[in-house]
């Protein structure tokens, strides 16, 4: 069974950076293929950002790009997500997420991802 513990949520003006962190333990099925999910208020889920095992390969969606970097270190069992210049509609719960057997061409789908954790609160102040 996946287990993912998302943290580095929190209160942020326009304009700031914050770096999310999710801690994966999964077992000896890991590494995995992870993504960063979030669903603003009144919206779908929305996959953000995902990264392959070895992380050769990232995807990012319209939103994200030239803003958020997703890396992950295998050796920490650890994915993180670092967002720059926020704006306040990038507030949203922030998911870390997981999947079993290779990422699908993009764009990838919230339901392609199997394990999900909590998530994290994040908020862009204007």
């Known amino acids: 069974q996946v287990q993912l513990l998302e943290s580095g949520g929190g209160l942020v003006q326009a304009g700031g950076s914050l770096r999310l962190s999710c801690a994966v333990e999964?077992?000896?099925?890991?590494?995995?293929?992870l993504g960063w999910l979030r669903q603003a208020p009144g919206q779908d889920h929305e996959v953000v950002a995902a990264?392959?095992?070895?992380?050769?390969?990232?995807y990012y969606s319209d939103s994200a790009k030239t803003r958020f970097t997703i890396s992950r270190d295998n050796a920490k069992n650890t994915v993180y997500l670092q967002m720059n210049n926020l704006k306040p509609e990038d507030t949203a719960i922030y998911y870390c997420?997981?999947?079993?057997?290779?990422?699908?061409?993009?764009?990838?789908?919230?339901?392609?991802?199997?394990?999900w954790g909590q998530g994290t609160q994040v908020t862009v102040s204007s």
């Open positions: 997420a997981a999947r079993r057997g290779p990422l699908p061409p993009p764009p990838p789908r919230p339901s392609d991802f199997n394990s």
């Open positions: 999964s077992g000896r099925t890991f590494p995995m293929p």
């Open positions: 990264i392959s095992v070895t992380g050769s390969y990232t």
